[in-house]
């Protein structure tokens, strides 16, 4: 089994290999890690999760081996939009103008956990979201896998680059004026855009006052 095609491969394929024992969570985030190091200069992420990772995934390891309940995406890798809140890390906005961390995670990135999903980094966008396109004087520019020299969209850019390259399975991202959509069509991707109020945005009041859904 080549594990590099496992982590390009969907959340199914990933689920079902990681509920069939044919690998363990830590063998999949541990991949999934080299291949986002080796991915560097696409410019997806602003910030890498390592141990944190390694850490949750090896609880998932230890909670599949305990006979317990698993969640549907339990030990599945998954990134993060750098406007929702991970625990401990800075929410930037693509921003160096934020600079404390998070207490708690937002509630779509604690169901995503409950869900048994492994939190592997927080990935770029364009400052506080403005533009259909990823790059920022903090964090440079986040370029489309399948041509560098080109956008992957905003400003869900750097969720949407990292799928398309096969970096991780899935992403979340937000939009209110085209900010899934955008990056998707641009990176040939599936993006889901749902209705205001489907997926949770606490701690946040709104998104985009009231324009913005995450998805």
């Known amino acids: 089994m080549d594990l590099q095609e496992v982590v390009s491969s969907g959340v199914l394929e990933q689920r079902e290999l990681l509920a069939q024992g044919a690998l363990s969570a830590e063998q999949l985030v541990e991949a999934t890690l ?10 997806a992420f602003t910030r890498v999760l390592r141990e944190e990772a390694r850490a949750e995934a090896v609880e998932r390891d ?3 081996a305990a006979g317990g309940p698993v969640g549907p995406l339990h030990g599945v890798p998954i990134a993060v939009k750098d406007e929702f809140d991970v625990a401990g890390v800075v929410t930037s906005f693509g ?7 998070a207490v708690v995670d937002a509630e779509a990135v604690r169901r995503l956990r409950a869900a048994g999903a492994v939190i592997v980094g927080k990935t770029a966008m364009p400052e506080f979201g403005q533009w259909p396109f990823t790059e920022s004087s903090t964090f440079g520019m ?4 399948w041509d560098p020299s080109r956008s992957p969209g905003g400003s869900s850019g750097g969720s949407a680059a990292a799928v398309a390259a096969g970096l991780v399975p899935a992403a979340l991202g937000g939009d209110g004026g085209g900010a899934i959509r955008i990056p998707s069509a641009c990176c040939g991707l599936f993006g ?3 209705q205001r109020g489907r997926v949770p945005i606490a701690p946040n009041e709104h998104l985009w006052w009231a324009l913005g859904v995450a998805g």
Not at 95 to 101: G, H, L, V, Y
């Open 34 to 43: 080299d291949g986002i190091d080796a991915a560097a200069d696409l410019g």
């Open 95 to 101: 921003t160096r103008a934020n600079a404390t961390p």
């Open 192 to 194: 889901l855009k749902p």
């Open 62 to 64: 230890r909670a599949r």
């Open 142 to 145: 986040a370029r489309n896998p």
